[in-house]
Nanobody, 123 residues
Framework: VQLQASGGGLVQAGDSLRLSCAAS????????MGWFRQAPGKEREFVASINWNGGSPSYADSVKGRFTISRGHAQSMVYLQMNSLKPEDTAVYYC?????????????????WGQGTQVTVSS
């Protein structure tokens, strides 16, 4: 199982980034997917999730209104459009495939994890 996340980088506050995550169709096409992040010295936290069919997007309060999760390419891709980035968004971002067809805010409900992509937002 491979999950390949990409799109991270170093940006300034207020800028935008789009993260992408590619999974095999067999792995992800019938499963919910999500994005989590982990900042240095902090626990991993939920960012966004989406159901197998691209429905019911869910967001952490800290990113609501700024980030958008979506799916594409026969549901094998998941994207995270991040706008109005803030320094507190700095973290390693991980994509994950859920154990079921539904996205979840709990990391325990995910079975496969990508390797992470670094997002750094300078003030």
């Amino acid at each position: 199982v491979q999950l390949q996340a990409s799109g991270g980088g170093l940006v300034q506050a207020g800028d935008s980034l789009r993260l992408s995550c590619a999974a095999s169709k067999r792995t992800a096409s019938n499963n919910g997917m999500g994005w989590f992040r982990q900042a240095p010295g902090k626990e991993r936290e939920f960012v966004a999730s989406i159901n197998w069919n691209g429905g019911s997007p869910s967001y952490a309060d800290s990113v609501k209104g700024r980030f958008t999760i979506s799916r594409g390419h026969a549901q094998s891709m998941v994207y995270l459009q991040m706008n109005s980035l803030k320094p507190e968004d700095t973290a390693v971002y991980y994509c994950a495939v859920a154990r079921s067809a539904w996205g979840s805010t709990s990391g325990d409900r995910y079975q496969y994890w990508g390797q992470g992509t670094q997002v750094t937002v300078s003030s």
